[in-house]
């Protein structure tokens, strides 16, 4: 990498961000004349001292978010922008924003698949204990003209009612693990992201 | 150096290098890190910050067919170093109390 490159990836990582033209201008400025000054024979040095383009983006704008923040701290909308440009620098830094996207993707993905299926189940439950009550019913119904008939369908009702409710529990003990395990994974990444934050 | 330097330190640290002239980027980059261990990245936010919050203005003057961007501060930012350095020697004092021993649990 040399000096242009630096400046490109620095001026498209910047923008990417939705940083305001202007503040881009001047930082692009600020560190080209930084090179210009530290002279050409110091390229490789500056450019190992400063680190990776997407580094320094990181401090430019988190440091200006937080700018932001503190200027503006009764505008919603600026305090929201301003969040979300924290967000975007964390991701820009420690690892590359496509793999960032992915990885939610999949967690994102999970979720709603472990959510569906519980909540298939939980229906199929219900349905189970339904068909139960109303064949009870018409259990009762039947004792009146068929009494051996009218027994089976009440015995069936009830012990499809039963089934039901024994399984419940034991579902519900289920689900409420996979929906800890998702949020325990999602602790985690976050946890992750923040260890990356910089003291200066 | 085992201790990091805090954000109002180094904007502290910052002034102080320019209460004593006018300078630009680069060269006070390496000033500062003379004193403390910074990366050579942490100043530029710095000086962006204490310029939005006139502690510092900035201006451009032409050097070898190119400009150069000096920071000068501002009598706000003057202001500001004094009171940084009341605090400072609060701070340093407090914590020179502790240790060197001079503070006991009793």
Known sequence: MNR??????????????????????????????????????????????????????????????????????????????AI?????????????????????????????????AIFSVFIALLAVAVAGFVMTILGIVLLFVDLPLALLVVGTGLAL??????TFPAFKWIAVKCAHGVANLFNKILKRGRKNERVY | MVFQIGAALLD???????????????????????VVTVSDSTLYPVLRRLEKGDL?????????????????????????LVQYRIEWNTYA??????????????
């Open chain 1, 4 to 81: 242009s490159d630096f400046l490109i990836e620095l001026d498209k990582k910047l923008r990417f961000h939705r940083m305001p033209p202007e503040e881009i201008a001047l930082a692009i400025t600020y560190y080209s004349e930084y090179f210009d000054d530290a002279g050409p024979e110091n390229e490789q040095k500056v450019l190992s001292d400063l680190g990776s383009p997407a580094e320094v983006a990181t401090q430019i704008l988190s440091n200006y978010a937080m700018k932001e923040m503190s200027d503006n701290p009764q505008s919603v909308k600026k305090g929201v922008s």
């Open chain 1, 84 to 116: 979300w440009y924290v967000v975007l620098a964390i991701f820009a830094a420690p690892i590359a924003l496509p793999i960032a996207v992915a990885v939610l993707a999949v967690i994102f993905a999970v979720a709603v698949g472990l959510f569906s």
């Open chain 1, 161 to 166: 009612m039963g089934m039901s409710l024994i």
């Open chain 2, 12 to 34: 502290a640290c910052v002034l102080a290098v320019l209460s004593k002239g006018d300078a630009y980027g680069y060269i006070l980059t390496q000033n500062i890190k003379e």
């Open chain 2, 56 to 80: 510092l203005e900035s201006y451009s003057q032409p050097f070898e067919g190119r400009n150069r961007k000096y920071y000068r501060i501002t009598q706000r930012g003057t202001q500001q």
């Open chain 2, 93 to 106: 004092a407090s914590i020179e109390k502790v240790l060197s021993g001079g503070l006991s649990h009793e």
